[in-house]
């Protein structure tokens, strides 16, 4: 079992940067994919980006591609997502996500492969 804290979440103007971090609890971090996913109000929670248990293999949706990158650190049991370039649109509750999994490379889209959830944390982009 893991637990999953987001940080990092505020108010930025359109244009600007954020830095969201996950920090999971458990001495096995490294066995689970990782990812992020985002609820905006009215909507259906979406995929943003995923990374694998090793951090060699990395998924974006399309509408950050080029804009937020993905990374872990698995000695600190962390997993972080940089944003730039952010644009009102990516307003919204950010989440991050585990799958344990024997696969090195593994990485999901989708919310249903994901077994651990954090809390969320809002990410408000003005413009």
């Known amino acids: 079992q893991v637990q999953l804290v987001e940080s990092g979440g505020g108010l930025e103007q359109a244009g600007g940067s954020l830095r969201l971090s996950c920090l999971a609890s458990g001495r096995t971090f490294s066995s689970y994919a990782m990812a992020w996913f985002r609820q905006a109000p009215g909507k259906e929670r979406e995929f943003v980006a995923a990374?694998?248990?090793?951090?060699?293999?990395?998924a974006y949706a399309d509408s950050v591609k080029g804009r937020f990158t993905i990374s872990r650190d698995n000695a600190k049991n962390t997993v972080t997502l940089q944003m730039n370039s952010l644009k009102p649109e990516d307003t919204a509750v950010y989440y991050c996500?585990?799958?344990?999994?024997?696969?090195?490379?593994?990485?999901?889209?989708?919310?249903?492969?994901?077994?651990?959830w954090g809390q969320g944390t809002q990410v408000t982009v003005s413009s």
């Open positions: 990374i694998s248990r090793s951090g060699s293999s990395t």
């Open positions: 996500a585990a799958r344990g999994t024997i696969y090195a490379t593994y990485t999901s889209d989708s919310d249903g492969s994901y077994d651990y």
